[in-house]
């Protein structure tokens, strides 16, 4: 598969024209991603683990090239409940190796009501400051570091009903570009990608796109809620 991460930094600088970063060619074949197995006392109530063998696609802002990009990937619970802390895994790119790190000071969470296998109405919105708790995982073909990400929220969702969850990093300086790392199968929808930048204004199916289908993610759950929130778009800055 052709290293279309470094095809997209080439061109940045002139207009960029793939928001796709790159496949890892020198990992086994198959991959198997990292370990699924909660930690103890963890009440993790969905998780899709990440692929590290896979692909990393934009999902940021970088204010000075009026450039925005958003991945998010649909989730169901059974039972309902409430949210407690969300988990994503990404990832970076600066031609440098694997030396950038703490790069994006904040991350944009959002979650959305589903119309469809599509993203629909904004449900709930939060900033997650402090590099959302970054930390190093791994570093990709010697070039793309990789780093898990996490953020305390409360979002309650109803059992049986499909959410819609997305992470982006917020706005910082480019290089380097910043993304989400791909999951290791399809669960449920493909993954949505908008992008006004990329020609994409509305929720585009992520295949439609470049060759990712779903994003790796983890929540973490407390009390069952009793009914649906009535949460509207709500920006909560955690300090």
């Known amino acids: 598969m052709a290293n279309r991460f470094l095809t997209a930094m080439a061109v940045f600088s002139f207009g960029l024209t793939s928001p796709v970063f790159a496949a890892n060619p020198t990992m ?20 899709e683990p990440p692929d590290l063998n896979g692909l990393i696609g934009a999902s940021e802002v970088i204010g000075h090239s009026d450039l925005e990009t958003e991945i998010a990937n649909d989730f169901t619970l059974s039972p309902g409940a409430t949210i407690t802390l969300a988990q994503w895994w ?5 031609n440098n190796g ?9 991350w944009n969470l959002r979650f959305y009501d589903d119309t469809g296998c599509v993203p629909g109405d904004l449900l709930a919105e939060f900033v997650i400051p402090d590099y959302a708790g970054e930390t190093f995982v791994a570093c990709q073909q010697g070039l793309y570091p990789i780093f898990q990400y996490e953020g305390a929220i409360s979002f309650s969702a109803t059992a ?3 959410y ?11 290089p380097p570009q910043i993304g989400r790392l791909e999951a290791g199968h399809i669960t449920g929808c493909d993954s949505g990608f908008r992008s006004i930048y990329f020609s994409h204004p ?3 199916f992520i295949d439609d796109v470049f060759e990712i289908h779903d994003f790796s993610q983890e929540l973490e759950c407390g009390a069952t809620p009793t009914e649906r929130g009535t949460w509207g778009a709500v920006r909560l800055l955690f300090r």
């Open 160 to 162: 049986g009903s499909r």
């Open 28 to 47: 086994t074949a198959g991959g198997g991603g990292l370990p699924n197995v909660p930690a103890s006392g963890r009440n993790v109530c969905w998780s």
């Open 90 to 94: 990404g990832g970076s790119y600066n």
């Open 98 to 106: 694997c030396g950038d790190a703490h790069v994006a000071t904040t």
């Open 202 to 204: 509305d929720w585009a």
């Open 164 to 174: 819609w969850f997305s992470a982006q990093a917020g706005d910082h300086p480019f």
